[in-house]
């Protein structure tokens, strides 16, 4: 197993630039910031991004937590890579993870961020943490949703591309922009009005369903162990349209706009159509036309 290191220090755009490293050295696995990361999933560890303060944060980072730690080194062995890609402010950090997770020492290849960014690209990294305190994970947004529900996340999407017998293969990859709990100021909370509030506004605000449902009804909103929310509407649709795909563009509709607008991880949206409401439709097309056979 080879270990190769990104290094540089914080807010220079490592975590941004992890995924194109990874891609260019063909690490199948990436660690940064507590998290061991492969292609589109987060196999195991926690987020430094989530911690309650800077301190909690570092500790996070450096896989000090036991628990951490062994679940993390499980996840490595049962994969048996060939080689990984770890993410750290210095040499000296990324050591201290190899330490602490027990992986082959010397670093193959230390990688410095200067290497991969341009003096630019550097700037403007810095210029962004520091204005915005915005974070990269190297995982798509519905894995970190996932992983840390709750999370105000934004997405990116990473350019990749391999030559392959003289084809060059290229292909989008997503990943997560948060900003860490540590860096907030206060208490963020959600009221239920609020997000029924939403919940209505999603019903009313697209065009389709304006037509074809009256009104979303009871809402109720069910809270989770791990952040999440389950919200059970019983609306009133309109006569004449296929209730099945009126429901299922009603559930992805709040989805994303609950998603969007609160940072929740919305696991379920369950319809229970109330009843059908026949206000639009005339008298006269509810008339039986005479019979006109022998």
Not at 14 to 23: D, G, I, M, N, W
Request: hydrophobic share 40%; glycine share 6%; aromatic share 6%.
């Amino acid at each position: 197993m080879d270990i190769y290191a990104l290094v540089g220090p914080s807010g220079t755009g490592k975590s941004h630039r992890a995924l194109q490293v990874a891609h260019k050295y063909e690490a199948e696995l990436i660690i940064d910031d507590g998290l061991l990361i492969k292609g589109d999933r987060i196999l195991a560890g926690l987020s430094a991004k989530r911690q309650a303060t800077r301190l909690a944060a570092i500790r996070i980072s450096l896989f000090l937590d036991p628990q951490q730690a062994h679940q993390v080194k499980l996840a490595i062995q049962s994969l048996n890579p060939q080689r990984i890609l770890i993410l750290g402010t210095s040499v000296g950090m990324v050591e201290k993870i190899i330490e602490q997770l027990t992986l082959p020492s010397p670093i193959k290849k230390i990688i410095n961020i200067e290497d991969e960014a341009s003096l630019k690209e550097i700037r403007k990294a810095r210029q962004v943490r520091n204005l915005f305190s915005k974070h990269v994970i190297p995982a798509p947004v519905v894995e970190v949703k996932k992983a840390f529900p709750g999370t105000i996340i934004d997405p990116i999407k990473v350019f990749l591309q391999r030559k392959i017998e003289k084809q060059v293969k290229q292909k989008w990859q997503e990943q997560a922009v948060v900003r860490p709990t540590f860096t907030f100021y206060g208490k963020l909370t959600v009221e239920r009005y609020a997000l029924e509030d939403i919940i209505r506004y999603a019903a009313k605000e697209l065009k389709e369903l304006q037509e074809k449902v009256k009104g979303v009804g009871k809402i109720n909103i069910l809270n989770h162990d791990d952040g999440s929310i389950t919200i059970e509407l019983f609306p009133t649709l309109f006569y004449g349209h296929n209730l099945t795909e009126v429901s299922r563009t009603l559930q992805q509709e709040i989805i994303n706009r609950v998603e969007e607008m609160t940072g929740l991880l919305v696991k379920a949206v369950n319809i229970h159509v109330k009843e059908i409401s026949f206000e639009h439709i005339r008298k006269e097309d509810f008339t039986v036309p005479p019979y006109t056979g022998s």
